[in-house]
């Protein structure tokens, strides 16, 4: 089962270079996107508040619906569940 967590906000990025190169992501966006993805349900998808009015302001307020439990430990942040819909639905 796969669990994700997005927020939506400033990241800064960069290539870690050693015996092998990766790209990494730091920043407060980031832990919150992990946070979110580590108190998600199997096969949810997670989101943060400014990622839901993102989506909102696609057209996609139908693919949303509020959490019920929030993320205590971030301050009681409230977070949303998100069905995405295909159009023949």
Excluded: C
Excluded at 5 to 21: D, F, I, Q, Y
């Amino acid at each position: 089962a796969m669990r994700f967590g997005l927020h939506s906000g400033p990241v800064t990025a960069g290539v870690l270079r050693g015996e092998k190169s990766r790209f990494q992501l730091f920043g407060n966006t980031v832990s919150i996107a992990a946070k979110m993805e580590n108190t998600g349900q199997p096969n949810k998808i997670q989101v943060s508040s400014e990622t839901a009015e993102l989506l909102v302001d696609m057209g996609k307020e139908q693919w949303i619906y509020q959490r019920v439990d929030n993320i205590a430990d971030r301050g009681g942040m409230q977070t949303y569940w998100v069905e995405p819909q295909t159009s023949s639905q």
